[in-house]
């Protein structure tokens, strides 16, 4: 049976509201926090239907972000995949200490056990697979270890792979049980070994990879009020060049240093928030900062509120 969701059918101060409503229902619980005053202008629609035991989605939004909390995860367990077919505009994933570009064209795969960020910039398009875990990992084993890596669109595999998902999201007739079961079954197939190939000689380097970055991440954050701290000293600290440490850092979609500056500048806002100190520069030393002045801006420029005026706001 497919079902259809329309924002346009409701009232507009209800429409957000609606909106993620749906996807809760559909996929996973997540939160929507970066889309704000929606009501008046919020548009979205959602097309879902089964092919057998997987589900297959065609979600038209406005640029959203959508997050899937750790406290999501023991309120709301789900244990499925999803698998993401950009089909208009950009977005990036972040799960696992992975993080990736979509382009159009590009698959993603994420795990609704896990949390995770999936960031939509402007209007976007996706045909989203549902994936049953078991249906998912007796194909492919490692597939908790590749959510977070871009099937590129343009390989022989990701177009392969690209190809059927669209299909599959055209497929409008009521299938037979048996016919709809092998549907789904050679779907699944087709991804699961456009994954595997194409991530095959990359496997290993990941994992490598994956242990340089979270070391560098440690070492970071346990070391974050020396001011000194910077990127040769990381390097250093865990034995790789600086070089190999950003190159593995871009791979995820950031730099070693502005990692370094959004840790800095979380921890500072995690102690004023929770009123660890009301003393400013304190805070801003313990986090590693010299410049007052430039962690103020710093600052109001990612939270949008200067450090005074959230110290007054909690002690008001």
Not at 88 to 115: F, H, M, P
Not at 216 to 231: C, F, H, P, R, W
Request: charged letters at 25%; aromatic letters at 8%; hydrophobic letters at 40%.
């Amino acid at each position: 049976m497919i079902e259809q969701f329309d924002t346009s059918a409701v009232m507009a101060r209800e429409r957000l509201a609606y909106y993620h409503d749906v996807i809760c229902r559909l996929y996973c619980h997540v939160d929507l926090p970066s889309f704000e005053n929606a009501e008046d202008v919020f548009r979205a629609r959602v097309t879902q239907k089964p092919i057998a035991t997987i589900g297959v989605g065609d979600i038209a939004a406005p640029g959203l972000q959508y997050v899937r909390t750790t406290t999501d995860l023991s309120r709301t367990p789900s244990d499925e995949f999803l698998a993401s077919l950009l089909v208009q505009g950009s977005a990036s994933l972040e799960q696992s200490g992975r993080q990736t570009k979509q382009n159009v064209g590009d698959i993603v795969l994420y795990d609704t056990a896990r949390a995770f960020k999936y960031n939509f910039s402007s209007d976007y398009r996706i045909i989203l697979l549902k994936i049953p875990r078991r249906q998912m990992l007796c194909r492919l084993s490692d597939a908790e270890r590749m959510t977070a890596i871009a099937l590129n669109g343009q390989s022989t595999m990701g177009a392969l792979a690209g190809a059927v998902i669209r299909g599959a999201a055209n497929v409008d007739a009521e299938l037979e049980p048996c016919a709809a079961s092998k549907l789904a079954a050679s779907i699944i197939d087709i991804f699961a070994a456009a994954v595997e190939t194409e991530f095959r000689d990359t496997k290993g380097a990941l994992e490598r990879h994956g242990d340089v970055l979270q070391r560098a991440k440690t070492y970071i954050e346990a070391n974050l009020g020396d001011s000194e701290l910077d990127v040769e000293m990381v390097s250093n600290a865990i034995g790789v060049s600086r070089r190999t440490l950003n190159r593995i850092f871009a791979a995820h979609g950031t730099t070693a240093a502005r990692w370094l500056w959004q840790k800095r500048l979380e921890a500072s806002h995690t102690s004023l928030t929770e009123g660890r100190s009301q003393h400013i520069a304190d805070v801003a030393v313990a986090c590693g900062f010299s410049d007052f002045s430039h962690f103020s801006r710093a600052f109001k420029k990612t939270y949008g509120v200067a450090p005074n005026t959230l110290v007054k706001r909690r002690v008001a």
